[in-house]
């Protein structure tokens, strides 16, 4: 009898030690196995992610319920049944892609959720002291830079609000199928609506990992960086809001991780849970500390050495692959990690007139889309395809120009060391998951 019931006992005990990414229901205050906690924060190596590990969390679920995600995914259940989209015939989705019904709807839902979700891990770290471990101890954020954090998450709000009323007319207008409630749950669990619906559900984490990384890998060649990404790396100093502390443009291919509700016939559920993921997950991850269920020393790294760990860890196999794995702070700073100013982190200084242009004109790539799709404008399947082009891959198009216009070395930096392979690969589908599904969206919504 002893011998059947132990494996139940060791299942159960494993359960309890590891749910929602926590230990035994403990969620502040605790470090991974890895982490030697006489060693300053940052200078426990981290195990090297595999995908043999990947693969293995995925077919267990424990990338579902021994993680945050176990968190996130009840979050979006409740949004979605307690917050319905109504996507009927006469209802606002249905309206246009773009509408001030829709925002005045959705925004304050998602203002609420997401900046309160940062706020709490804010508070709970750096007032609270429910975290011990900082990176860099006794940091104190100053409130400029604090400002200058939530002027962007409410930029990434508003963003995210675009994308969701993009998909709610389309699928309010029908020029876009999904995987209706009532075929998810009304014809048992053996159904293929309902296993459609779980396999999304399990499917949408890993590919966030995916796609972060190719979506990332793009960001960081120079002409992008310098106009785009280089504004969530005024933040090498990270604290819970700087994690959506970025550029419109890269939310615009941040948020385009929802591919998969393009390309599949997928639950509005689906696509929702991908939003809450990517605008709740850089939260804490951004929090500056290594002792809570969601800290992510792998993503430290990445903001104080620039070029390293740009995966997600689930997927950091792929920064292994392509050398670009770093699983400790550097030996020179032994000594602990000092703070840094952050200074460009301000709203006192104004933007400087290349970054008030290249906005302009990567808002002008997407306005004209939107001003023919808000007015209905008919326009034929050509017109429709080089408009959805130009607001897809004209900020991308944009920055390789400014480029070569400041003549600023060579546009394959920092990997031109990296081979003709390598660059074509990660351009290829940086483009692919990024510029690909914002263009096809926009072409749903003219077609």
């Given at each position: 009898v002893l011998g059947h019931s132990e494996p139940h006992c060791t299942y159960i005990m494993e359960f309890f030690r590891d749910f929602a990414?926590?230990?035994?229901?403990?969620?502040?205050?605790?470090v991974p196995p890895y982490i030697d906690q006489k060693k300053k924060p940052g200078f426990s190596a981290i195990p090297t992610p595999t995908f043999g590990n990947w693969i293995k969390e995925g077919l267990l679920l424990r990338h579902i319920w021994a993680s945050p995600n176990l968190v996130w995914v009840a979050i979006a259940l409740a949004i979605y049944f307690l917050f319905p989209y109504d996507l009927s015939p006469g209802s606002v989705a249905a309206k246009a892609p773009l509408s001030w019904d829709f925002f005045h709807e959705?925004?304050?839902?998602?203002?609420?959720?997401?900046?309160?979700?940062?706020?709490?891990?804010?508070?709970?770290?750096?007032?609270?002291?429910?975290?011990?471990?900082?990176?860099?101890?006794?940091?104190?954020?100053?409130?400029?830079?604090?400002?200058?954090?939530?002027?962007?998450?409410?930029?990434?709000?508003?963003?995210?609000?675009?994308?969701?009323?993009?998909?709610a007319y389309l699928w309010a207008s029908g020029r876009l199928a999904y995987l209706a409630d009532a075929d998810a749950f009304s014809h048992g669990l053996q159904s293929p609506g309902f296993l459609r619906f779980m396999a999304g559900l399990i499917i949408v984490p890993m590919w966030r990992e995916v796609h972060f990384y190719f979506?990332?890998?793009?960001?960081?060649?120079?002409?992008?960086?310098?106009?785009?990404?280089?504004?969530h790396h005024r933040n090498t100093d990270i604290e819970p809001f700087s994690g959506l502390t970025m550029h419109p443009v890269e939310h615009l291919y941040y948020y385009s991780c929802i591919l998969p509700s393009v390309f599949f016939l997928a639950s509005p559920l689906h696509f929702l849970w991908n939003g809450i993921h990517l605008l709740l997950s850089p939260g804490a991850s951004h929090s500056g500390f290594d002792d809570h269920f969601q800290a992510d020393p792998f993503h430290y790294m990445h903001h104080r050495y620039f070029e390293c760990n740009y995966a997600g860890f689930s997927a950091g196999a792929l920064d292994v692959i392509f050398g670009t794995f770093m699983g400790k702070f550097k030996e020179r700073e032994e000594d602990g990690a000092k703070e840094r100013l952050d200074s460009k982190s301000t709203i006192r200084s104004p933007p400087t007139l290349e970054f008030v242009l290249y906005l302009a004109l990567s808002a002008a790539c997407v306005g004209v889309w939107a001003y023919v799709a808000v007015?209905?404008?008919?326009?034929?399947?050509?017109?429709?395809?080089?408009?959805?082009?130009v607001a897809g891959f004209g900020p991308v198009v944009l920055a390789f120009v400014f480029f070569f216009v400041n003549g600023n070395g060579s546009s394959l930096d920092p990997f031109s060391k990296k081979g003709l392979f390598e660059n074509v690969l990660h351009l290829g589908m940086g483009n692919l998951v990024c510029a690909v599904p914002v263009a096809l969206a926009c072409y749903l919504t003219l077609a």
């Open positions: 990414g926590g230990q035994y229901l403990r969620f502040f205050n605790i959705r925004f304050p839902l998602w203002f609420v959720v997401t900046l309160g979700y940062n706020a709490f891990f804010y508070i709970t770290m750096y007032s609270l002291g429910w975290g011990v471990r900082s990176f860099i101890p006794n940091r104190v954020v100053p409130l400029d830079k604090l400002l200058h954090n939530l002027l962007y998450n409410v930029s990434a709000v508003v963003i995210w609000v675009g994308f969701e009323n993009v998909f979506a990332h890998r793009l960001l960081h060649y120079k002409p992008i960086f310098q106009q785009v990404h280089s504004l007015e209905h404008l008919a326009v034929s399947q050509t017109v429709a395809a080089a408009l959805a082009f």
